[in-house]
């Protein structure tokens, strides 16, 4: 069984930043991504970012520029660097990790950009 640990969420000011954290345990089968996805109240789970064994990696054009993600494959580790925060990133942050026999999730980090 794969576990996601997330670490790093909290209350920020808006301008701020925020390095969100997430470290992978157990077995993992064949290539796989890392990602980052949020959820607002109210709203779907959205995807932030995601990155591939391959070293690929996409943005949604609402953190483009803004948001950076790494991956540690030594560690099996993901990071999220979040600049220039917004009231609008405002949403429980997921990691994730997609094997070749599923997707697993963290059980989430609270992100509040305010003033």
């Known amino acids: 069984q794969v576990q996601c640990e997330e670490s790093g969420g909290g209350l920020v000011q808006p301008g701020g930043s925020l390095r969100l954290s997430c470290v992978v345990s157990?077995?993992?089968?064949?290539?796989?991504?890392m990602g980052w996805y949020r959820q607002a109240p109210g709203e779907q789970r959205e995807l932030v970012a995601r990155?591939?064994?391959?070293?690929?990696?996409n943005y949604a054009d609402s953190v483009k520029g803004r948001f950076t993600i790494s991956r540690d494959n030594t560690k099996f580790a993901v990071y999220l660097q979040m600049n220039s925060l917004n009231p609008e990133d405002t949403a429980v942050y997921y990691c994730?990790?997609?094997?070749?026999?599923?997707?697993?999730w963290g059980q989430g980090t609270q992100v509040t950009v305010s003033s």
């Open positions: 990155t591939t064994n391959g070293g690929s990696t």
């Open positions: 994730s990790l997609e094997d070749a026999r599923s997707i697993y």
């Open positions: 157990g077995t993992i089968f064949g290539n796989y991504a």
